[in-house]
């Protein structure tokens, strides 16, 4: 019932519930006349992956997460961990740039001190303030922030950053 035998390259074509019984005759026949049967869904992916870049993959998979949130939760939700990932994005990046950044950049030491402080008190307020009003966003939140963490350390662990100085400069146009 959920696969049938159609053709030899293929080995098992996957027809769910009564559309086996419609279309597993239909199959046969055009197997027998020489015709291909395209290939599943997985076997497609896994045999094609997708072209590109890291940067493109993560394009597609910023937009599938976007349409994951649209369809679980409210633009409400949506927008207040919205504000939470981007203070915590701000607050690592002056982070960085202090303390990596500052001399190449020319980067002030109390701009930037002064930008992680306030930055962190937002976040302190907005966390207090949805705590009290909607306890799950926070929650939602620290979980969503752990999890990039967890993947982007993975990832980082599996393809190391070669040298970027064996790479030419970017050119900005």
């Not at 959920?2 to 009564?18: A, C, L, N, S, Y």
Request: hydrophobic letters at 50%; glycine letters at 6%.
């Amino acid at each position: 019932m959920f696969g049938q035998d159609v053709h030899p390259e293929e080995k098992r074509v996957t027809i769910i519930g009564p559309a086996a019984r419609l279309l597993a005759p239909i199959c046969k026949e055009q197997t027998r006349q020489g015709h291909k049967i395209p290939p599943t869904p997985v076997r497609a992916i896994k045999d094609n992956p997708m072209p590109g870049t890291i940067k493109n993959h993560m394009l597609v998979y910023t937009v599938m997460i976007a349409g994951f949130l649209t369809v679980l939760f409210d633009i409400n939700l949506i927008a207040s961990l919205g504000a939470f990932f981007y203070l915590v994005m701000d607050i690592i990046i002056d982070i960085g740039v202090f303390g990596r950044l500052r001399e190449k950049t020319g980067a002030r030491r109390w701009v930037l001190m002064t930008t992680i402080v306030l930055d962190a008190m937002a976040l302190a307020a907005f966390a207090e303030t949805k705590s009290q009003s909607n306890p799950l966003i926070v929650v939602i939140g620290i979980v969503g922030m752990t999890l990039v963490f967890v993947i982007v350390r993975v990832f980082l662990a599996r393809s190391p950053v070669r040298d970027r100085r064996s790479r030419p400069p970017l050119k900005m146009a």
